[in-house]
Nanobody, 127 residues
Framework: QVQLVESGGGLVQAGGSLRLSCAAS????????VGWFRQALGKEREFVAA????????LYSDSVKGRGTISRDNAKNTVYLQMNSLKPEDTAVYYC????????????????????WGQGTQVTVSA
């Protein structure tokens, strides 16, 4: 019902910024909570940020709090993740995920609660 495509990744120097986009298709998108997750080489996939259906509720991991901003534009079927002050430890493949089930609060950060996933976009931060 939902297909997700990430874009906006690339190579950036430490301290720089990137805006990642998650473009979705499917009528259920506007009813979906959306999260961003990342997976570094040799590491488990971890939560980054999430946004609720209305866009009014957001959740951030401690690693990006104060540096990342998640937003959504349902008219464009797109969710964005603005990342500032990037660090080498931000290097990872970033995935967006959507849930058509009602999830909220801390549950937004749980990987297993999302039922649609994109293929990821690589972010590489050089020192």
């Amino acid at each position: 019902q939902v297909q997700l495509v990430e874009s906006g990744g690339g190579l950036v120097q430490a301290g720089g910024s990137l805006r990642l986009s998650c473009a979705a298709s499917g009528r259920t998108f506007s009813s979906s909570a959306v999260g961003w997750f990342r997976q570094a080489l040799g590491k488990e996939r971890e939560f980054v940020a999430a946004i609720g259906v209305s866009g009014s509720r957001t959740l951030y991991s401690d690693s990006v709090k104060g540096r990342g901003t998640i937003s959504r534009d349902n008219a464009k079927n797109t969710v964005y993740l603005q990342m500032n002050s990037l660090k080498p430890e931000d290097t990872a493949v970033y995935y967006c995920a959507a849930s058509t089930w009602p999830i909220f609060g801390a549950i937004l950060g749980q990987l297993q609660k999302y039922n649609y996933w994109g293929q990821g976009t690589q972010v590489t931060v050089s020192a």
